[in-house]
């Protein structure tokens, strides 16, 4: 079963009073009780955000499954994201996606064996500047190669 | 060339995203000055610099503030920094390195609307940024520059920050208003407008980070001042995103109207590596591709480039070399928006996931001639038909690519291969 920390449950309070309308902590909740569970969302933890919240389960269910930055499954303990929009693609992104996937043996989406990596392709991140990049976490990496990429990669604990 | 430093003056000094750094560049005595203005006086001052709004749709600024009822109705004023236009990174570099001068043109504009509480919505992925919003607001709050009775004047204006959570169409006005309400990004029926009912269906009004920023220099020195930078129609100055094959990318406020050929050529640097120029989209993903022929005519300015068929939207700037498969390219562009839509609308929802299948089709050697022709009529079903202007954004990139760049879509259809790589672009498509 899944129940936020004494801490996560004052933020979900906290953010109940921060904005004119409850349902407006909707999103904030969701930040809060991802990262208390690992880094993805489940039924269990829509449920007791409902409970906790005092709002639907269907409601909080459409938002979840609206928004990218929700995880629907398990990520690794890095999750990496590898813009492959216009101005990286230009500047190589794909390639440096590939070396990375052939590197760790890995597939998009799908988490490393040892749990530690799930490498996505995501759209454009803001950082078209300095491309190519990624986000390891929340951790923007820009103006990397291939080779950079994967040695910060490999430098992970 | 140089470029003019209207807003980023101070940008490269670490200090200026603190408050005590912002102050020592005079931060926050414009506010000072706009305090002691009547409100009309500063919406007066705004629509008479021209400002034109700065997120993509260039609205004339002061007359949307017009709009709002002149009654005293609660009324809220949001700032969009969601940035998510491909190609676009200028709205980070004002959260990053001039938090207070955002939060300063906030309380500015908040005053002139007669807003008292108002919002940053910033995408999630900004997290730093974020975080150096955050800190900025703790100290503007700290010292009374906002809350209760700002600097003893008896006005009120609260600020406080909203994270988006990776939704491009969080980026469209009532895309972003639905979001904040706690719902799914999904843009509203305009008419009502957001200056007449938006964020709980109170009078709200939207505004661009850079737009908002912009008010204090428009403020401190006067329309008329402002007025001497860019051109009749479109004054001032306006932040340009440069990236794709150039050396020097990186964002540049340069005057509007400058030559388009020397952002890519003085600025940025030139092409990079010994490529030639083929084409630039002007104004993020949605703009329509100019050819490098048309790329020596056209100056950044909103009219130079609706008379070249495409806009400045963001003023992201993107550039591809010769090297580049216009047709792999336009696959990149057609994933996104039919991941980005939000699917309320059918034309939108349907239009974008054809366009999608239709050029990775093309791309996976399985195009036949009719599916060129195809590409461009349904792009054409998609326009004007929708609650938000996505399923537009999503049609006129296709339709400029097929028009401009028609041989290179021919060939990869007969040949089963780029007419500019030599290969088959179907498995390096995510
Ligand atoms: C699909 C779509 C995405 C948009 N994304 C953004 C964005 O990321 N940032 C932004 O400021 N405006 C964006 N806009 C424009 C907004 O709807 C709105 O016009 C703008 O925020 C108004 O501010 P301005 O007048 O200061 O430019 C987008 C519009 C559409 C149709
Ligand atoms: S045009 Fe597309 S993105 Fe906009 S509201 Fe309709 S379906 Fe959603
Ligand atoms: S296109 Fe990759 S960060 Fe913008």
Redesign the interface.
Known sequence: MFQLSEEGLQKVQTELK???????????A??IAQKENGGHVTSEVIDHLSQVMDIPVSRIN??FK?????NQKNVGKYHVQIC????C???GS?EL?QHILESFHCK?NDMTLDGKLTVS?V?????????PMM?IN???HENLTPEKAVEILKGLK | MKEVQLLTEHYSKPEYRTLKGYQQWGGYETLKKALKMPPQQIIDEVKNSGLRGRGGAGFPTGMKWGFLPKNGEPRFLLCNGD???????K??IIFEQAPHQLIEGMIISGFAIGSK?GYIYI??????PAAIIEAALGEAYEVGLLGKNILGTGIDFDL?V???????ICGEETGMIS???????QPKLKPPFPAVQG??KKPTIVNNVETLAAVVPIIRDGATAYRQFGTEKSPGTKLF?????VNK???YEVSLGTPLKDLIYDFGGGIKGDRQLKAV?PGG?SAPVLTADEVLKANLDYESLAGLGTMLGSG?V????DS?CMVD?LG??TH?YS??S?GQCTPCREGTGWLNKIVHSILEGRGRLQDIELLEKVAHQMKGKTICALSDAAALPVISFITKFRDEFEFYVREGRSKVKGISHAK?H?
């Open positions: 921060r904005y004119e309308s409850r349902q407006s902590a909707v999103i904030p969701l930040y459409e938002v609206f928004y990218t930055m929700f492959n929009n216009i101005s693609v230009l500047n794909r996606t998009l392709s759209e454009c991140l803001g950082a078209c500047g300095m491309a986000q929340e951790d923007y | 940035e998510g236009e491909p190609g676009t990174f709205d980070r509480k995408r999630g992925e900004y997290k730093k406080d909203y994270w988006g959570a990776g939704a491009y979001s904040l309400e706690g719902d799914k990004g964020y709980l995103s440069l990236s794709g094959n990318p990186g964002n989209i993903s992201a993107i550039v591809i070399d580049q390219l990149v562009l996104f991941h980005e939000c390096m995510h």
